[in-house]
């Protein structure tokens, strides 16, 4: 029973294509595999990242309220205690990435302030006079913008009708 030499060769080459076609296959679901991974650890990052936004926002309503208690505290001897209390929470607020958003003496910047009111003065027109409401970025994502006030530049016909 012997084989012919012929069909052996092409058995052996229709075993081959088989063989090189499954490899593919692997390589290519290897890859998807590899994708699906590095997308779930995204997905994963994104879904804590979301979680620490919402968490931040609401502790900064209790900043806030630091904010402004603080100033009625002025001869109280528990103002120390709060000072330090205050400190702690932005320490820890910073570390999971929220910095404040510093604004006064700048340019305004639709995406960082928000226009509470204009004054009539003498500075470069838009420039933040005055934060009204602190603003915070949590990495690079502003949470929520500055409530500032900017400089309206005075027009000459202005300044003849008041004087």
């Not at 900043?63 to 702690?88: C, H, I, T, W, Y």
């Not at 603003?135 to 005075?154: D, T």
């Amino acid at each position: 029973m012997t084989e012919d030499p012929e069909q052996v060769k092409k058995d052996l080459e229709t075993q081959t294509r088989l063989a090189e076609d499954r490899l593919e296959r692997l390589k290519y679901l290897q890859a998807d595999f590899d994708n699906y991974r590095k997308w779930s650890e995204k997905e994963k990052a994104s879904s804590i990242a979301l979680a620490n936004e919402k968490l931040i926002k609401d502790l900064l309503v209790i900043l806030d309220d630091f904010e402004q208690a603080l100033p009625s505290l002025e001869q109280e001897q528990n103002r120390e205690g709060m000072m330090m209390v205050r400190k702690k929470i932005l320490k820890i607020l910073k570390e999971y990435g929220l910095h404040p958003i510093d604004c006064v003496g700048k340019k305004f910047d639709p995406h960082f302030h928000e226009v509470i009111c204009k004054e009539k003065c003498n500075e470069e027109p838009d420039t933040i006079l005055e934060d009204l409401g602190k603003g915070y970025q949590l990495n690079s994502k502003v949470i929520r913008p500055s409530k500032v006030k900017i400089a309206e530049h005075i027009t000459e016909n202005e300044g003849e009708n008041n004087g």
